[in-house]
C-alpha cells in the first residue's frame, strides 16, 4: 500500500501564489508517476499537472504558464508552485501517484480557495 499525504492549501488572494506538498510513504516503485488533480464543487476531478520519476511533466492548458510541478524522488515528495491564481482555481487539490503494474493512489485532498 501506498499512503500520500498533501500539505500547503488554503486562502489566497486573486494574483497571490501557494505551494502545495505531497509526501509518499508505503510500499513505493522507483517508475512511477505522480502529480495533482483538482474537483471544483460540481465539477469532475480534472488533471493538474502531471511529473513522471525522470522528470517529464505534462499540464493541464488551463494552468500552463502559471503552475510548476516538480519533486523529490530522494524524499518521496512531489510540489506544485501555483502563482496568478484565479478564482476559477478555487478546488480540493488531490495528490495522485501511479505505479507498476497499474495502482492510482489518492491523498485526502487539501483545498484551495482563491478570493478577494
Known amino acids: 500500500q501506498v499512503q500520500l499525504v498533501e500539505s500547503g492549501g488554503g486562502l489566497v488572494q486573486p494574483g497571490g501564489s501557494l505551494i502545495l506538498s505531497c509526501t509518499a510513504s508505503?510500499?513505493?516503485?522507483?517508475?512511477?508517476?505522480m502529480g495533482w488533480f483538482r474537483q471544483a464543487p460540481g465539477k469532475q476531478r480534472e488533471l493538474v499537472a502531471t511529473?513522471?520519476?525522470?522528470?517529464?511533466?505534462n499540464y493541464a492548458a488551463s494552468v500552463k504558464g502559471r503552475f510548476t510541478i516538480s519533486r523529490d524522488n530522494a524524499k518521496n515528495m512531489v510540489y506544485l508552485q501555483m502563482n496568478s491564481l484565479k478564482p476559477e482555481d478555487t478546488a480540493v487539490y488531490y495528490c495522485?501517484?501511479?505505479?507498476?503494474?497499474?495502482?492510482?493512489?489518492w491523498g485526502q485532498g487539501t483545498q484551495v480557495t482563491v478570493s478577494p
Open positions: 495522485y501517484r501511479r505505479q507498476a503494474p497499474r495502482d492510482d493512489y
Open positions: 508505503g510500499n513505493l516503485f522507483s517508475i512511477n508517476t
Open positions: 511529473i513522471t520519476n525522470i522528470g517529464y511533466t
